[in-house]
Nanobody
């Protein structure tokens, strides 16, 4: 069973930045697309950004131009650079691989003044 561990969340003020990391337990994930999702209590988990096995990114309209997804297959890592954060970005962020049904525990991002 592949394990995913998210980290890098925290409390920041509007306009600030955070970088989230996702560590995967298996190199098999380098063969699959991956993505970042987020969830607010009481709402469905939503897709934020995705990256193909070859490194091609895609973004939800709500984060386009502010977030950057990247991956390092050699290190089994994926990242989400989040700039110009807004209060509506507050959520628990999760990473996911298309090659595994597993979810990590998530990392909390809170944007508040």
């Amino acid at each position: 069973q592949v394990q995913l561990v998210e980290s890098g969340g925290g409390l920041v003020q509007p306009g600030e930045s955070l970088r989230l990391s996702c560590a995967a337990s298996a190199s098999i994930l380098s063969n699959y697309g991956m993505g970042w999702y987020r969830q607010v209590p009481g709402k469905q988990r939503e897709w934020v950004a995705g990256i193909s096995s070859g490194g091609n990114p895609n973004y939800a309209d709500s984060v386009k131009g502010r977030f950057t997804i990247s991956r390092d297959n050699a290190k089994n890592m994926m990242y989400l650079q989040m700039n110009s954060l807004k209060p509506e970005d507050t959520a628990v962020y999760y990473c996911k691989s298309n090659g595994s049904p597993s979810w990590g525990q998530g990392t909390q991002v809170t944007v508040s003044s």
